[in-house]
């Protein structure tokens, strides 16, 4: 069975400071898609990024960027210049072959003013 | 901007109550998705639907059925709601089956207390 590992339960990061958040996963599939959504206080759940497991450069999306290590089967999340905003659960999902999302435990992410 | 909206954020049913929660998406997506939320456990699907009266169950269904009599309209029924069944529900909806990098769309979620 295909599974998301989040180990982190809950980080804390400075404002302005870079915090990196965790995910492996395990699959024997060759072609896949890994997402870190965000879920902030409001819940409401948003895409942050994505990374398609045959590119081998790290998506970027503005403030945040991806670590793709697919040998290690590790996709961890940099946020860098930490905002109050950023403060949510972050979750790491992996679609498989059957089109369906596959769920991390989520992280919880505080921002220290 | 994509919109899925659930009928209600949060909800008291008494146990053995037979408990209805509506999501509705505006972006003609073909696939709908209800979700359980429990602290520590991540999303758990519970039923999803590809197509109007298409549904196929996910990882947790027992307890629970639905209805996708409309495209736009998702609904979720706990049968004869209990206790353990206390958590927070998310619909999501995702345009294109048989698409990997397709992002998923959620409404706010609706926190369901049973007592």
């Known amino acids: 069975a295909q599974t998301v590992t989040q180990s982190q339960p809950e980080m804390s990061v400075q404002e302005a400071e870079t915090v990196t958040l965790s995910c492996t996963y395990d699959t024997s599939e060759s072609d896949y898609y890994l997402f870190w959504y965000k879920q902030p206080p409001s819940r409401q759940m948003i895409l942050v990024i994505r990374?398609?497991?045959?590119k081998q450069q790290n998506a970027t999306e503005n403030r945040f960027s991806v670590n793709f290590q697919k040998a290690a089967k590790s996709f961890s999340l940099k946020i860098s210049d930490s905002q109050l905003g950023d403060a949510a659960m972050y979750f790491c999902?992996?679609?498989?072959?059957?089109?369906?999302?596959?769920w991390g435990a989520g992280t919880k992410l505080i921002i220290k003013p | 901007d994509v919109k899925v909206t659930q009928s209600s954020r949060y909800l008291v049913k008494r146990t053995g109550e037979k408990v209805f929660l509506e999501c509705v998406q505006d972006m003609d997506h073909e696939n709908m998705f209800w979700y359980r939320q429990d602290p520590g456990l991540g999303l758990r699907l519970i039923y999803f639907?590809?197509?109007?009266?298409?549904?196929e169950k996910g990882d947790i269904p027992e307890g629970y059925s639905v209805s996708r009599e409309k495209k736009e309209r998702f609904s979720l029924i706990l049968e004869s709601a209990s206790t353990n069944q206390t958590s927070m529900y998310l619909c999501a909806s995702r345009s294109r089956r048989n698409s990997m990098n397709t992002e998923a769309f959620f409404g706010q979620g609706t926190r369901l207390t049973v007592v």
């Open positions: 990374q398609e497991a045959y």
């Open positions: 999902a992996f679609v498989d072959s059957n089109y369906q999302l596959i």
């Open positions: 639907s590809y197509d109007v009266k298409m549904k």
